[in-house]
Nanobody, 116 residues
Framework: QVHMVESGGGLVQAGGSLRLSCAASERTFSRNNVNWFRQAPGKEREFVAFISWSGGVTSYAESVKARFTISRDNAENTVYLQMNSLKPEDTAVYYC?????????WGQGTQVTVSS
């Protein structure tokens, strides 16, 4: 069982920045790819960003490219999402996700609210 806990969400004005963290309980986390997803009220959960286990490969949804940066510190079993130039449409609950040994693990989510 792998537990992942997101943190760093909050209320920010448009144009501001936040850094989300996803901390995992098990060392196996550091050997697996990780995704960030988000879900806005009344909408389906959508992909935001991906990072490979080594950190050498990343990818982003078009809507966040050039504004968000995903990174990881495997020594700390933590993945980060740096979010800059935030927009009201970025308001959502943000979740980290990892498929480990064939099972999809999710954190409980952290709320990000961007005011206009």
């Amino acid at each position: 069982q792998v537990h992942m806990v997101e943190s760093g969400g909050g209320l920010v004005q448009a144009g501001g920045s936040l850094r989300l963290s996803c901390a995992a309980s098990e060392r196996t986390f550091s050997r697996n790819n990780v995704n960030w997803f988000r879900q806005a009220p009344g909408k389906e959960r959508e992909f935001v960003a991906f990072i490979s286990w080594s950190g050498g490969v990343t990818s982003y949804a078009e809507s966040v490219k050039a504004r968000f940066t995903i990174s990881r510190d495997n020594a700390e079993n933590t993945v980060y999402l740096q979010m800059n130039s935030l927009k009201p449409e970025d308001t959502a609950v943000y979740y980290c996700n990892s498929r480990i040994s064939g099972y999809d693990y999710w954190g409980q989510g952290t709320q990000v609210t961007v005011s206009s």
